[in-house]
Each structure stands twice: as C-alpha cells, then as structure tokens.
Nanobody
Framework: QVQLVEVGGGLVQPGGSLRLSCATSGFIFSTYVMRWYRQAPGKERELVATIATDGGGTAYAASVRDRFTISRDNAKNTVYLQMNSLKPEDTAVYYC???????????WGQGTQVTVSS
C-alpha cells in the first residue's frame, strides 16, 4: 500500500521557519522525482519545489526561491521542505508528490496546513 505522510505544518509568525517532512512507503522511493505543491484557499494548486531522484538537481518556484530548500534521504524514503523567512502569502496546504517519469505514475500525500500569521 502506497503511503505519503506529510508532517511539520502549523502556525508560524511572519519571518519564521518550518520544516516539512514527507515519509513514504509502498513504492521504490529512489526511482521517483519528488515534488512539493501547495494550494491556498480559492487558488489553484501550484508547484513549489522539485528534486531529482538522486537529489542532484532541484528547482523552485520563483516565489520561494532563496527561502525554501527541498532535500531527500533515499535511505529513509523521506523528502523534506525547509521553509525560511515565511510570509503570509505562503499560507496554504502543502502536499507531497511522487512522480515516476518513465510512465508518469503519480502519488499524493494528504497535505499539511501551513499558516503564516501574526
């Protein structure tokens, strides 16, 4: 059974930091590109960060570049999102996504709420 479980969300003040984790099981983690998406109320889901299967390449949305860092530990089947200098506009539900390029198979986590507010 495939599982992606995000933890680490919560309420944080502007300028603060949070670290999200996504623990996975049920598939060969090291063969999947991992991504973090977010969806704010009334908005479409947007891609925030991507990391290659071996962690050697990363990409970020312009809105989070230089503030967020995606990383992965293939030994622990876990992907992370370190979020610094958080802004109110970062408030959203954050979702972990696993994507196998060669057959486009995709798995999603259930999401974790991040709220940035004073």
């Amino acid at each position: 059974q495939v599982q992606l479980v995000e933890v680490g969300g919560g309420l944080v003040q502007p300028g603060g930091s949070l670290r999200l984790s996504c623990a996975t099981s049920g598939f060969i983690f090291s063969t999947y590109v991992m991504r973090w998406y977010r969806q704010a109320p009334g908005k479409e889901r947007e891609l925030v960060a991507t990391i290659a299967t071996d962690g050697g390449g990363t990409a970020y949305a312009a809105s989070v570049r230089d503030r967020f860092t995606i990383s992965r530990d293939n030994a622990k089947n876990t992907v992370y999102l370190q979020m610094n200098s958080l802004k109110p506009e970062d408030t959203a539900v954050y979702y972990c996504n696993a994507w196998r390029i060669y057959d486009t198979r995709v798995y999603w986590g259930q999401g974790t709420q991040v709220t940035v507010s004073s």
